[in-house]
């Protein structure tokens, strides 16, 4: 059973730093690319970070320079640290995989940029 489950997210005032974690069971963690996600209110699901299998990332072109995705596999981590916060960044963040034919994500975590 594919699981995900998030945490760090918080409230932190414009300029901050947060980081963000998820940790997966049920995959061979090292073999599959992770995403993270974001929902803000009324917007759609979109993606921030990902990382491939072999370490190889690419962003969102409004959280480049800003924000590093980074995997742990002998823990089964991947961690999004988020620096330089902007209002804009707040949402609801999520990990994502894709395993077989659909994708797992975790429950979310709310980070909220705010003063």
């Known amino acids: 059973q594919v699981q995900l489950v998030e945490s760090g997210g918080g409230l932190v005032q414009p300029g901050g730093s947060l980081r963000l974690s998820c940790v997966a069971s049920?995959?061979?963690?090292?073999?599959?690319?992770m995403g993270w996600y974001r929902q803000a209110p009324g917007k759609q699901r979109e993606l921030v970070a990902a990382?491939?299998?072999?370490?190889?990332?690419n962003y969102a072109e409004d959280v480049k320079g800003r924000f590093t995705i980074s995997r742990g596999n002998a823990k089964n981590t991947v961690d999004l640290q988020m620096n330089s916060l902007k209002s804009e960044d707040t949402a609801v963040y999520y990990c994502?995989?894709?395993?077989?034919?659909?994708?797992?994500w975790g429950q979310g975590t709310q980070v909220t940029v705010s003063s």
């Open positions: 990382i491939s299998s072999g370490g190889s990332t």
């Open positions: 994502k995989v894709r395993y077989g034919l659909r994708d797992y």
């Open positions: 049920g995959i061979i963690f090292r073999t599959y690319a």
